[in-house]
């Protein structure tokens, strides 16, 4: 207990509760959790192990900065008393693009390849999605350490294009892009995951995961920036960095170093640009860069959303075609009330039978609208091997169901519909006009009909898109929807896009045709078109029962 900080972690310490340059939240945050386990955790700092350590940066083209030291005494030399493993085996860097992420992981890969580790076969494993992103660190350890000092190293190292080995320790190096099924029975000491946020599902990050465990020390480093995939494991990490700075969680070993701007106004000031970029200060060619770019942005708006994503850690859709940013899709995650009684309108979507079909029923009161839906996927649509999301996941929550036959029958949705109005009133139905023939049969037997004298479902064209889209967007805006825990409904908002026509009007379209389904959000938009139909009064309602045909 009471563990004296060493010099590598206290100079960056300083940094920070110094303000010697602007930080950023996250940052000050930290460096009180590292305080806090310096006085309260019985752990030790591997100070002769450290010393070697350092020494090899007389291999490299570069020093280590100070959140660089700060980092990898962290991750690399502190462990618990009692076990002797490591303090933080898993090490979080979100830091903007520029900062020197690659040289980090050379550095550090390069170090626990070697004796010095003490470790034999740590095999060290480095995943990106791209060969030419996990490539670069294996790159920079051949071309600029072992090829620049041969004779010092070619009697401890061999390498090829592929891998790079430790003669003493027959640890190797690799990187890693190919499919999931292909690296079971990985023995690996270390995952380093590059660019984590191009990551849209944990299929590849399982395998490489549990190819842990069979060498001492298992660790994992995360390096990235952030980028454009939403509900991912990117977003649930930093979900988990947030509950541990902010919330007070354990952090069961993960290290959160989080470098990003406080608010996306920040961006107007390049002097707070270091929050995002600890390496900014040491580094004027990179700001010389940024600078440029900023420029651009200010002639080429497209430029922008790269920029603030990438450069600054704020995630960034286009303005003019995303339906809500994610921040406001996310403020959708609140536990829906008790609605039994409840008057509400039905929405129903989908893009063809055997593929995805989506009912929901839309409640509101006051300005508050909440939204409880369900999906039903043909498990022979031919686009399920195209869809990166966990939709099985999904269904394990009981978000979705699967339907095993040639496509999803009508009468499976009305009875989903049939089962909700035991305890809500519906009222009404939206639906698309061209998917209504499909459902005319089996709604009419429930009591819903586009004619005659009941007239209760309203068949949705373009034109009513464009009416509600203002409405839609305000609620957005004003965090005036609530859809519980539905990351699948999140999935669906975030693969829409507005598009404008020439005359200047709104519709909603999928951002790609088939991997990215939007039937869900679809569905809510349709029921939206009823809104007004619906009596937001809170107290019960006569509920029409359930539906027999």
Not at 110 to 126: E, S, W
Not at 450 to 469: F, H, M, T, W
Not at 529 to 549: Q, T, Y
Request: with cysteine; proline share 5%; aromatic share 10%.
């Amino acid at each position: 207990m009471g563990t004296n900080i060493p010099v590598e972690i206290q100079s960056y310490i300083d940094i920070v509760e110094q303000e010697r340059h602007p930080i950023c939240k996250e940052q000050k945050l930290l460096m009180k959790m590292v305080r806090r386990v310096f006085k309260n955790d019985d752990i030790y700092i591997d100070i002769n192990q450290l010393v070697k350590y350092l020494e090899f940066q007389r291999f490299f083209p570069f020093d280590l900065f100070a959140w660089e030291k700060f980092c990898f005494t962290l991750h690399c030399c502190t462990y618990w008393s009692e076990s002797g493993e490591p303090r933080f085996p898993d090490l979080l860097l979100l830091i903007g693009r520029g900062a020197g992420k690659n040289g980090y992981l050379s550095f550090e890969n390069f170090c626990l390849l070697t004796a010095v580790n003490g470790i034999k076969g740590y095999n060290i494993d480095i995943c990106a999605t791209s060969e030419d992103q996990a490539r670069i660190t294996p790159n920079e350890i051949r071309n600029d350490v072992l090829e620049e000092n041969v004779s010092e190293l070619v009697d401890h190292f061999k390498w090829t294009k592929e891998s790079i080995e430790n003669l003493t320790t027959k640890s190797s190096l690799r990187y890693r892009t190919s499919r999931a099924q292909s690296k079971d029975g990985l023995r690996t000491g270390k995952v380093d995951f590059d660019e984590y946020h191009q990551y849209e599902d944990y299929e590849n990050i399982n395998v490489f995961i549990g190819g842990q465990g069979k060498r001492p020390h298992p660790r994992s480093t995360v390096a990235t920036t952030d980028g454009y995939v939403r509900g991912g494991p990117l977003d649930d990490l930093k979900s988990r960095v947030y509950a541990i700075l902010e919330g007070g969680q354990d952090d069961n070993g993960l290290l959160p170093f989080v470098c990003k701007l406080d608010d996306a106004k920040e961006i107007e000031n390049p002097p707070l640009w270091v929050k995002a970029n600890p390496s900014l200060p040491y580094l004027p060619s990179l700001k010389t860069q940024m600078l440029k770019e900023w420029a651009n942005c200010q002639e080429n708006p497209l430029l922008f959303s790269a920029f603030i994503t990438k450069r600054m850690n704020i995630p960034q859709g286009n303005k003019d075609t995303e339906v809500a940013d994610w921040e406001c899709i996310l403020a959708t995650k609140k536990p829906l009330p008790d609605l039994r009684g409840w008057e509400c309108v039905a929405g129903i979507d989908y893009a063809r039978s055997n593929d995805f079909v989506v009912p929901g029923l839309l409640f509101k009161k006051g300005d508050m609208r909440y939204w409880m839906t369900h999906s039903f996927v043909c498990r022979r649509s031919a686009d399920l091997s195209r869809i990166k999301a966990p939709i099985d996941e999904w269904e394990r929550m009981g978000l979705l169901t699967f339907i095993d036959d040639v496509e999803i029958n009508p009468i499976v949705i009305t009875s989903w519909l049939s089962e909700m109005a035991i305890d809500h009133n519906i009222i009404a139905i939206g639906i698309d006009q061209f998917r209504y023939s499909l459902f005319s049969s089996a709604l009419e037997k429930l009591g819903f009909d586009a004619k005659g004298d009941k007239k209760n479902i309203k068949l949705i064209r373009p034109s009513n898109q464009q009416y509600v889209e203002p409405v839609i967007n305000t609620m957005f805006l004003n965090n005036q929807l609530t859809m519980g825990d539905n990351p699948l409904m999140r999935w669906y908002i975030n693969n829409t896009k507005k598009a404008i026509s020439a005359h200047g009007n709104f519709s909603y379209e999928k951002i790609e045709p088939h991997a990215r389904k939007n039937d869900g959000f679809m569905a809510l938009v349709s029921a939206m078109c009823l809104e007004s139909e619906i009596d937001s009064r809170p107290e019960p309602a006569p509920m029409m029962g359930a539906f027999v045909f």
